[in-house]
Structures are given as structure tokens and as C-alpha cells.
Nanobody
């Protein structure tokens, strides 16, 4: 199982850091991706990091505002989100794949329950 944490309410321009942890398996063996889905919208690719951490990809909308990382010694993955905008409001999910990074949610077999991020003044 995967579990996300760190979501919450933040003002526009603020920052949040999301974490993804695993139970029952070793996260460091997998590529980890973040997706998001807002009500009435399709699931959207946010970022992905390979098992080694050497391959990183971001969705076009990120534009340098988010940073994905992982700590394989602690078996966690993080998404640091800066300069948040109201349109970033969404449920954020982490997901894992044995097959490397991808922007296609269908390539990820295991998903967390999601954590709500709300950007509002």
C-alpha cells in the first residue's frame, strides 16, 4: 500500500511538501509518480522519478515550481510544491511502477488514497 501525506490548505504563492511512503513493499525498487485529479477533470500527470533518482520528469504546467525527490535510505518520495496557484487545487496521488517513469497513469499499478491540496486565500 501507498500513503500520501502533507496536503492541506495554503494561500496562493505558498508552499507544501507531499510525502509518499509504502507498506508491504520496498519503495526504492519502483519508479514513483505523482498525479492529480480535480473534481470534474481528468487525472493529470505531475511528476515522476525513477528508482535510481536519475530520471525525473514533470508535467508541462509545473514550470519549475515543483521538485520531486526520493530518499531510498528512508524509502520515501517527496514532492515539494512552491508558488502554488488556485488551479493547483486537487487531490494528489502517488503511484508506483516497476517499468520506469511514464506520464500515463495506466502504467502505474499501485496507488495511494490521495491527499487534498487546496490553494485559496
Amino acid at each position: 500500500q501507498l500513503e500520501e501525506s502533507g496536503g492541506g490548505l495554503v494561500q496562493p504563492g505558498g508552499s507544501l511538501s507531499l510525502s509518499c511512503t509504502a507498506s508491504g513493499f520496498t519503495l526504492s525498487y519502483y519508479a514513483v509518480a505523482w498525479f492529480r485529479q480535480a473534481p470534474g477533470k481528468e487525472r493529470e500527470f505531475v511528476s515522476c522519478i525513477s528508482d535510481s533518482g536519475f530520471i525525473i520528469d514533470y508535467g508541462d504546467f509545473v514550470k519549475g515550481r515543483f521538485t520531486i525527490s526520493r530518499n531510498n535510505a528512508k524509502d520515501t518520495a517527496e514532492l515539494q510544491m512552491n508558488s502554488l496557484k488556485p488551479e493547483d487545487t486537487s487531490i494528489y496521488y502517488c503511484a508506483t511502477s516497476l517499468w520506469g517513469c511514464s506520464a500515463d497513469s495506466a502504467d502505474f499499478a499501485t496507488w495511494g488514497q490521495g491527499t487534498q491540496v487546496t490553494v485559496s486565500s
